[in-house]
């Protein structure tokens, strides 16, 4: 008996008559690339691999982040920009814990290491002592000789910057590769590098509102806890309020902070505020309570107002300690009997009518500020970066230096359009994540839109440029698609949802959809790839005017931007 012979590979093509059919074709150049993205797809989401990139990557991008912050932190040996008003401040409230009026020549002086041009004149200023006190810090510490010190707090600031925006990115993103991608634009981009390495006050504002923000999304994973505990309660009206929410206490905190450092600040207090009423008020009304907007505002409202507002109103006004004691306007009930406060209000102490008093002319200054100036920018303006601030230049024998607060036009750009996308997205799905990015962006623009005559610099956008660089990163996710998931472990509710009420495809019809899926997370993540070389390339183009490097004047004026700038 004669066994069938095994096919050999030259039968597979020969067809029923005996014709040769035409081979196979050969795997296509962009299945060999899913091929091998779907392969280290599934090595990176091993459990080791993860385990070491969920330390790696961070610790990598803050590394990053520290060398562009801190290398040559002394250069220029100069008061930068409005140094000459912040450094001098700091210095002042560590001498006198108040801000002093200076003499003549008193940045030459304070520049030389000689601080002697400082009296104990009271100094009218417009911003909180917050920021300046933390300024300070390393000046009372080593002195004031050289600049180094009097940057080092805003470069710890900003290498903190970078750590929250991925912290905050890993939590909305649920992955260490968006949040990589958000914190290494935050590490490289040219706004807050020069932000870092100059000791103004918005690059500490922005930490303190970055923080608290984060205070807040921790708060709202105990949401379906409190809305258990609420349902419990149900014998009540309205429902009860919970008390016990010690992240909003922390966020009322470094809120406060940010008040304490800029008035600015006090928009995101607002607006947060707002954000954490409308999500009780969903909780609720998802856990089927009958009246959950009225019940959140009589019952849970106020009791959230205590718990955030209280904590950032003590830190505010404790952040004056050092002006009751002889800074400018602290005298004010004191000496003027006609501006104190009588009936009901007569019980507050003098001091703190002070207080108010001076808050109520720096009110004035603020909202009536309208002069010139050579780099001011309407907001409108910031979408298109038409007036970037100039901090700094000098022509040297080398050439000329500048430094310019322009942000990575790659990152910035592309976060612009990313905030479009989120926006028509959260129209069509109400996505609580690309609302809650919004409304960072909103809080730190939209005010400055309200006064288009007030004198207003493109470098206040600082303080929302880790809202934007997040917006990139998600919304990058929302394209390219969620990665492959194994075990019930990593699907979501709504998923799961879905899957009980759509009975499961056919497995071959599930097999393309998932090759589809795998291709279009390879083709993603491959325009991700070109994306961050790009940035990479325009960081290191523009470097010489964040830094302040001298290059020939027509290697200066290819940096410029827009290129009719300055």
């Known amino acids: 008996m004669t066994l069938p012979r095994a096919a050999e590979p030259d039968d597979a093509v020969v067809g029923a008559g005996g014709d040769r059919l035409p081979e196979a074709p050969s795997p296509s150049r962009l299945e060999r690339a899913t091929a091998a993205y ?70 030459e002086r304070f520049e030389a290491g000689d601080p002697g041009a400082l009296t104990a004149e009271p100094d009218y200023v417009v911003h909180p002592p917050l920021g300046k006190w933390i300024i300070g810090m390393a000046m ?20 903190a910057l970078v750590g929250l925006t991925y912290a905050i990115a890993r939590g909305l993103t649920r992955s260490v590769a968006f949040a990589s991608l958000a914190g290494l634009w935050m590490a490289i981009d040219g706004l807050a590098i020069v932000m870092s390495r100059t000791a103004l006050l918005d690059g500490i504002l922005a930490v303190f509102v970055l923080a608290g ?10 949401s379906p806890a409190r809305t258990v505990r609420a349902l419990a309660a149900r014998t ?50 998802r856990a089927g309570f009958r009246h959950p907007w009225i019940g959140t505002l009589l019952t849970q409202a106020p009791t959230s107002f205590v718990l955030l507002v209280g904590p950032a109103l003590v830190v505010y006004v404790a952040s004056y300690v050092g002006w009751f004691d002889g800074g400018w306007g602290s005298q004010l009930a004191l000496e003027r009997a006609d501006l104190r406060w009588g009936g ?44 970037p601030t100039g901090f700094e230049m000098a022509t040297t024998e080398a050439g000329v ?41 909103a809080a730190g623009w939209v005010p400055w839109l309200l006064f288009p005559d007030r004198t207003i610099f493109f470098f206040y956008a600082i303080v929302m440029l880790p809202f934007v660089v997040i917006a990139l990163a998600y919304a990058l996710r ?18 799961t949802d879905v899957a009980a009420a759509v009975p499961s495809p056919p497995a071959a019809a599930a097999a393309a959809t998932a090759h ?51």
């Open 401 to 441: 230096w500048w430094i310019t607060a322009v942000p990575n036009l790659l990152v910035w750009y592309a976060g612009v359009l990313a905030l479009a996308f989120l926006l028509f997205h959260f129209g069509r799905t109400l996505d609580p994540v690309a609302g809650f990015l919004l409304l960072g962006v």
């Open 478 to 495: 929302q394209l390219v698609g969620p990665p492959g998931r194994r075990g019930a472990d990593a699907v979501g509710p709504l998923e």
């Open 140 to 159: 009372a510490v080593f002195g004031m000789a050289d600049p180094s010190w009097w940057r080092l707090p805003s470069a710890l600031a900003g290498i």
């Open 236 to 285: 009540r009206r309205f429902g009860a309020a919970m008390w016990s929410r010690p992240w909003i206490v922390i966020a009322g905190v470094l809120l406060g902070a940010a008040c304490a450092t800029k008035w600015s600040g006090a928009v995101f207090l607002a607006v947060f505020g707002l954000w954490i009423v409308a999500s009780d008020a969903l909780d609720r009304r």
């Open 38 to 107: 779907g392969r280290l797809e599934a090595r990176v989401r091993e459990p080791r691999i993860r385990r070491r990139l969920e330390i790696a990557a961070p610790v990598a991008i803050l590394a990053l982040a520290a060398v562009a912050r801190l290398t040559a932190l002394g250069h220029p040996h100069l008061l930068v920009f409005d140094e000459t008003y912040y450094v001098k401040e700091a210095w002042s409230v560590w001498q006198l814990g108040y801000e002093g009026e200076w003499g003549e020549g008193a940045d």
């Open 516 to 566: 589809d899926a795998l291709e279009r997370r390879a083709a993603g993540w491959a325009a991700i790839a070109v994306i961050v070389v790009v940035s990479i390339a325009v960081s290191l183009w523009f470097l010489p005017v964040w830094y302040g490097i001298a290059l020939p004047e027509p290697q200066i004026r290819l940096r410029y931007w827009p290129p009719s700038w300055p």
């Open 344 to 387: 009901l209000l007569a019980w507050v102490p003098l001091g703190l009518q002070s207080l108010w008093m001076y808050h109520a002319q720096q009110l004035g200054f603020h909202v009536g500020l309208t002069k010139d100036h050579a780099y001011q920018s309407p907001a409108i303006e910031w979408l298109w970066l038409g007036r």
């Open 213 to 222: 923000a984060g205070a807040l999304l921790l708060d709202r994973r105990g």
